[in-house]
């Protein structure tokens, strides 16, 4: 199977962990949007979604499918979204799609996370994809400095030859070289730097289940 009949199938799969009359939590990427495709084979058996991006509800909205702001919806009972790393503790790196922020909000409001990925995806420790970090442009040099200092290195994610702005209106600094054995403590640690708004460990909000799309079918990962 290739990759993308490999996304096709986990976000096939993930329709089944839908709460009918209710509104579901939409991540970003092209998994999720293999997932949204799904979605709107059903849409009439949910009230509509939340989503984690421009381009997720640029899809939604295109499919007919309503999308609810977040400050509309108290609580979510599923979050659907990729990864670009997951490991085996249901820790995951984020933020490939520079939608990490809404991402981890939505997250936040949601009573289960369940992450959608091929096998690619799971490894044994976080680190080996770039990690992406949002920051705010004017702190952007000196959290370089600061990951440097922890040994990675990292560049500023441009597009077009300027430097990204993601749909929040800041950028984004992907960072190379580090070896994340703690992700709790990394995530904590990071977070609480000037400047950074998101940082894409996501282990305090990590997945409770991750729908791996494998070439023997789809495997069910509970953490
Ligand atoms: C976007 C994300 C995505 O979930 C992550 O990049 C995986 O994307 P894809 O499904 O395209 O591999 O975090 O910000």
Same mark, same amino acid.
């Given at each position: 199977m290739t990759q993308d009949e490999l996304k096709a199938l986990v976000g096939q799969a993930a329709l089944k962990y839908l709460v009918p009359g209710e509104i579901v939590g939409v991540g970003t990427g092209s998994t999720v949007n293999k997932f949204i495709d799904a979605l709107a084979t059903m849409k009439d058996q949910i009230k509509g979604a939340v989503s984690?991006?421009?381009?997720?509800?640029?899809?939604?909205?295109?499919l007919g499918i309503p999308v609810f702001d977040s400050n509309e919806v108290e609580r979510l009972s599923v979050y659907i979204d990729g990864a670009d790393e997951i490991d085996h503790q249901g820790h995951m790196v984020k933020g490939g799609g520079a939608a990490l922020t809404r991402e981890k909000i939505v997250a936040?409001?949601?009573?289960?996370?369940?992450c959608?990925?091929?096998?690619?995806?799971?490894?044994? /420790?976080?680190? /080996?994809?770039?990690?992406?970090?949002?920051?705010?442009?004017?702190?952007?040099?000196?959290?370089?400095?600061?990951?440097? /200092?922890?040994?990675?290195?990292?560049?500023?994610?441009?597009?077009?030859?300027?430097?990204?702005?993601?749909?929040?209106?800041?950028?984004?600094?992907?960072v190379k070289g580090l070896k994340i054995t703690d992700p709790v403590a990394f995530e904590t640690?990071?977070?609480q730097w000037p400047g950074v708004v998101t940082v894409g460990v996501f282990a305090l909000q990590k997945a409770q289940v991750c729908l791996l799309g494998t070439s023997a079918g789809v495997k069910t990962l509970n953490f």
């Open positions: 984690s991006s421009d381009a997720s509800t640029l899809r939604l909205k295109a936040a409001q949601s009573k289960q996370f369940v959608i990925a091929d096998e690619s995806k799971l490894v044994d /420790a976080l680190g /080996a994809f770039p990690l992406p970090v949002e920051v705010i442009p004017m702190a952007t040099a000196r959290v370089m400095r600061q990951f440097e /200092a922890m040994g990675g290195s990292a560049v500023v994610r441009l597009q077009d030859g300027q430097p990204l702005v993601t749909d929040n209106g800041q950028h984004i600094v992907d640690q990071v977070s």
